[in-house]
């Protein structure tokens, strides 16, 4: 029995070490107080929009177009 349990608990421990829900930063997104799709182009993406490649550099939303 050891040499199933053993080898499907390390998959799923390696499976659970390395997923990710979400790749924002969540104290950006509790000092903005908005939705991590306002920077990114979908809430399980790193890739950012426009709104997000300001924010990058100026890390304020105040200057930023927000749509």
Do not use: Q, R
Request: aromatic residues 8%; charged residues 25%.
């Amino acid at each position: 029995m050891m040499k199933f349990v053993l080898p499907l608990a390390l998959l799923m421990g390696g499976a659970f070490l390395t997923s990710v829900t979400s790749y924002a930063k969540p104290e950006f997104t509790k000092k903005e107080k908005k939705p991590c799709v306002t920077c990114h182009v979908s809430a399980k993406s790193k890739e950012l929009n426009d709104t997000g490649k300001c924010y990058d550099k100026s890390k304020s939303l105040k200057d930023c177009p927000t749509s």
